[in-house]
């Protein structure tokens, strides 16, 4: 029994049983996998996989109760190496985060910024992707930390700690009938094209969920996991925009203007999430730390112990 095995069956898991997809995951060849599954089988005296010919069709029994101890060894052969380098070299190192576009460009910058003038010597590493793709990367072991606002707190071997609240609101064009300065209504907003977030991204269960108690139907002309997009369409007078409040800025977003829709939208709130058994080095506690000083170490060590 060796690693290549152990990570073999895990990334066949993962790959939904495609072997082609697994040797091209691991660099190695479709003829390879097979005879490092089939060597793990002889030696367990145990057939890990349903097979229909040469065809993988799921986990057996068997399979399903050694997956997650394969899992976890694997896990801690990770942790073993993060414990060296942690004691080894305490400000070098790796820093794997995944996140939403939202809160790369919007949320992070300063929070970075401060961490890497403390860790100058840290590679600090952005994936950017949907909810449910970071979720998947935490999950599998390809991040550190994942950041969003969906997704994370569904996950049965994840922790999630809220960093941060904030509310969508609604851009404009300057001049447009809108921008009275009187508090806006649902109402009102239904009358107009809307631009806004795509299903799953930045909030968008919360504005659809206020349309919707408001038995209000409204007119989305156009979707995108870019604020950035967002606005340069309603610049292009294409219809109004809902976004997160923090992606507008008034000194780059001239010609556009922001109103307040507190009133009109639920609180979001943007977690920061773990996976248990995960051994995080110290900079990614400071790192944390940045972004919700509240989390401390202890606090979130505490947490990942329940």
């Known amino acids: 029994m060796n690693f290549q095995q152990l990570r073999i069956v895990r990334e066949t898991v993962r790959r939904d049983f495609n072997l082609t997809d697994v040797a091209a995951a691991l660099y190695t060849s479709q003829p390879g996998v097979s005879k490092h599954i089939k060597d793990l089988e002889d030696e367990l005296g145990l057939e890990l996989f349903v097979r229909r010919g040469k065809r993988l069709l ?28 942690q004691f080894g070299s305490r400000d070098t190192g790796h820093l794997r985060i995944a996140t939403t576009h939202t809160q790369a460009r919007y949320a992070l910058p300063e929070v970075i910024k401060s ?13 950017q992707g949907s909810p449910r793709e970071i979720a998947t990367m935490l999950s599998n072991g390809e991040a550190d930390l994942a950041i969003a606002t969906e997704a994370l707190d569904k996950l049965p ?18 001049g447009h009938p809108l921008d009275t300065g009187k508090p806006l209504s649902l109402e009102a907003l239904a009358e107009y094209p809307i631009i806004t977030y795509q299903e799953g991204f930045t909030g968008r269960t919360q504005i659809d969920q206020a349309f919707a108690e408001a038995t209000l139907t409204p007119d989305i002309v156009l979707s995108a996991i870019d604020a950035d997009v967002i606005k340069t369409y309603v610049e292009l007078g294409l219809g109004i925009g809902i976004i997160a409040s923090m992606a507008f800025h008034p000194s780059r977003d001239q010609g556009l203007r922001l109103l307040d829709a507190q009133h009109l939208f639920a609180l979001n709130v943007t977690k920061i999430a773990v996976r248990r058994g995960h051994y995080l080095r110290d900079f990614s506690y400071r790192f944390i730390e940045r972004l919700s000083p509240r989390l401390t170490e202890a606090h979130v060590r505490e947490s990942l112990s329940l």
């Open 58 to 85: 799921g986990l057996t029994p068997g399979g399903k109760e050694l997956i997650d101890v394969i899992e976890r060894i694997l896990l801690d052969a990770q942790n073993l190496k993060r414990i060296a380098d």
């Open 115 to 127: 961490f890497k003038a403390e860790f100058p010597r840290v590679h600090l590493a952005l994936h």
């Open 157 to 174: 071997d994840v922790v999630t700690f809220p960093c941060y609240s904030w509310h969508h609101a609604v851009i404009v064009p300057e």
